[in-house]
């Protein structure tokens, strides 16, 4: 949410120049000098600020851009979940917008639904712009997108607290269809959308369900808290996501050093340690089956 509202704020229209002191002929100059880019007519952002951007934050700044121009609608779907801080595994090609009537016609960039007067009326206002309550987006996704794409997002809902498990899954049983397999498999325990792909995998295998979240108790007197856990089996399964090594939680040799140390303590519990990171669970996921079931989880 951080992130929305600091792009937000350097995404300007020509109202948003003036009241820095750039007249919209200053703004002109700036972008034909290349200091300012324009994201779409009349607005505009520093271009040092665009280039250092990636594809996440810039899809929310083309959502702002719309925000800032176009204000009727409610944000919904994926771009409600954006807008809402939620991780996605695919960003939003156009901005999903609800609107009462159902006269609305779609635009090159927008995705218009039609004639949702409950959305509508019911839309929170967050950093801007009216977006659809957590529940309506968590059942719009569960309806419109993969399975597991819909299941990241209610994850992170229930991880945020804004959203409870059983309002979820009321939600998602009302909705039918598709719904009710994102339902079933929730959980507000998975730490990263690493894990909930994992436990979705282990869902999909017909596993038996391990225990999430699970502490273990070391001989060194320290206490872990495993990903998975099938107590019963002695066997834990880590999920390394790969933000764990990219230095927001410190030096990426501190952080192996550490987990080594982790594995290595486990194991002299007792413990089968099973490891995977993001690129087996999206590209080969059928060698984490295969190294589960050897470790006994079948």
Request: with cysteine; proline share 4%.
């Amino acid at each position: 949410m951080n992130d929305v509202a600091e792009i937000y704020q350097q995404v300007r229209c020509l109202k948003d120049l003036q009241d820095i002191g750039v007249s919209p002929s200053a703004a002109s100059t700036r972008f034909r000098s290349g200091d300012y880019t324009k994201i779409k007519q009349g607005i505009y952002i520093e271009t040092s600020t665009w280039n250092q951007w990636g594809t996440r934050q810039r899809c929310i700044a083309h959502h702002a851009a719309h925000i800032k121009t176009v204000p009727s609608g409610v944000l919904s779907h994926q771009s409600a979940a954006l807008w809402l801080g939620a991780p996605l595994l695919t960003l939003p090609r156009k901005v999903h917008m609800s609107f009462a009537s159902a006269s609305v016609q779609h635009r090159p960039s927008v995705t218009a639904h039609r004639g949702r007067t409950d959305v509508v009326r019911e839309a929170q206002l967050v950093v801007g712009a009216s977006v659809a309550a957590p529940g309506q987006t968590l059942c719009d996704v569960a309806l419109s997108l993969p399975r597991v794409e819909a299941l990241v997002i209610g994850d992170y809902f229930l991880r945020q607290g804004v959203i409870s498990v059983a309002s979820a899954c009321a939600a998602l049983t009302e909705a039918g269809g598709a719904a009710l397999a994102v339902g079933q498999r929730l959980s507000g325990l998975a730490d990263s959308p690493a894990e909930t792909i994992a436990r979705d995998l282990i869902y999909e295998w017909n596993l038996p369900l391990p225990q999430e979240q699970f502490e273990v108790f070391t001989h060194y007197g320290r206490v872990y808290r495993a990903d998975f856990a099938w107590p019963e089996l002695g066997v834990i399964l880590e999920v390394d996501g790969e933000v764990k090594y990219s230095g927001v939680y410190g030096r990426a040799d501190d952080v192996v050093q550490a987990e080594h140390r982790r594995h290595r303590e486990l194991e002299m519990a007792g413990w089968k340690v099973v490891r995977t990171r993001w690129k087996e669970l999206m590209s080969h996921p059928a060698t984490l089956r295969q190294r589960l079931w050897e470790a006994g989880v079948r």
